[in-house]
Each structure stands twice: as C-alpha cells, then as structure tokens.
C-alpha cells in the first residue's frame, strides 16, 4: 500500500511542514512518487513510514537530525548492502551519541562518536505499532443511513492515497461516494442512494410502459 502525506503525518506523528521540510532537504524522501510541482502528491511506502517512526523517536530522544544525517552517511558509506539505515537497523542512544547494532547482534558501532549506552530502542516493537495503525486505517466501518424512511446498510473504507474516505451501499449495485471526512462521506453516500433509487424507479416505469 501507498500513504500520501496526510496519512503518513497521521501514522508517523510528524507534522506535514515537517515531513516537506525532510523531504526538501533529501533526508527521508518519500520512496514510490516525489512531489513535482504544485498540487502533486508524495507517496510514501511501508518502510518510508518505518524511517520517518524512527528518525522522530531518535529526535524526541535527544538526538539532533544533524547527528542522524551524519549517522547515515556513515552507515551508507561503509555498509553499502544497507539501502535504508533508518529501517533497516537498530539503534541506540543515550540523547548524544548515536550507536548502531548491527545483524550480528554482538557488533555494536560508534556511528558518531563514544558515549555511554542508556536508551535502546526496539525497532520490531515499532513496526508492530506501525502496522497496527496501518491495519486500524484499512479497517471497514459499517454504518447505516436513512434515505425515504429506509435504512441502509453501508461500508466506510480510508483512502490511505488520495485521503478522506470512500462508501459504498451493497443493497445497491454500484452505489458508492465519497469524502473527506466520516461526516461528509455519509452524507454523500445519502444523495447517491437517493439518486440511484430514482434511476432504478424510472427504469422500472420504462419496462411498464413498454
């Protein structure tokens, strides 16, 4: 799945300006479609999420995005088979310096400078946290609408791409809407339902009449 800037600032806890800021300054860029101009959108991947969790906790712990930039310099440069430092490692740190525990588990590196260890952060906890946040947005709501003193059945969905969210009616082949926010997107799905009856009631006339 794709998540565009509004979903990732959601997810990752990090203000939109900030993540135009990262982006801007080619420290995180979103990964699957970059900003080219007015109006088009980021799209950021799974692991982009993972980077942006991280970078943001290392940050709230104390450690500047100078010291991860230099942090990931070094590790691109001297561990080349690692694509993505950020999602791809573990890190600790005491809020100054910065090490880093590599897939050998006993190989701990200075990625700055020596200090003493205090803080360890557990990236698989981080990525259960994402993926629940992930799965709570791809989660279906049902809600029911009055349209004509009937109620209808209909199923609410994100849109983790375009953001807001899309509805449909299944008692209603083909009957769906959407928007930008639950209210609004409930609302749509309202007129839909309507105008869909109205359809199906003026086709109905039209078989009689013949």
């Known amino acids: 799945m794709n998540y565009n800037t509004a979903t990732a600032s959601t997810i990752s806890g990090l203000s939109k300006r900030q993540l135009d800021y990262w ?4 420290f995180i ?3 699957v479609h970059e900003a080219t101009g007015y109006g088009s959108a980021r799209l950021y991947s ?3 999420l993972i980077q942006l969790k ?3 906790t290392l940050k709230e712990k104390g450690v500047s995005i100078q010291k991860i930039r230099k942090a990931v310099r070094y590790l691109k440069n001297n561990m080349p088979d690692i694509d993505k430092p950020l999602a ?4 600790c740190t005491d809020g100054d310096t910065l090490f880093v525990i590599t897939r050998k588990n006993s190989e701990i590196i200075d990625a700055l ?3 003493q260890l205090v803080f360890a952060m557990a990236l698989g906890e981080l990525i259960d946290e994402l993926k629940g946040q992930v799965e709570h947005l791809h989660d279906k709501r049902t809600y029911k609408v009055k349209v004509k003193r009937h109620a209808y059945k209909v199923i609410l ?3 983790t791409e375009d953001g807001g969210y899309w509805v449909e009616c ?3 082949p083909g009957c769906m809407s959407q928007g930008d926010s639950v209210e609004e997107s409930l609302d749509m799905i309202k007129d839909a339902i309507e105008g869909s009856l109205e359809v199906l009631s003026g086709k109905s006339k039209t078989r009689k009449a013949s």
């Open 46 to 48: 799974f692991t982009d």
């Open 88 to 91: 791809d490692l573990r890190f």
């Open 23 to 26: 982006d801007r300054t080619h």
């Open 157 to 159: 969905h994100a849109d």
């Open 54 to 56: 991280v970078a943001k």
């Open 113 to 115: 400078h020596h200090g």
């Open 29 to 31: 860029k979103p990964s």
């Open 170 to 172: 299944p008692e209603i």
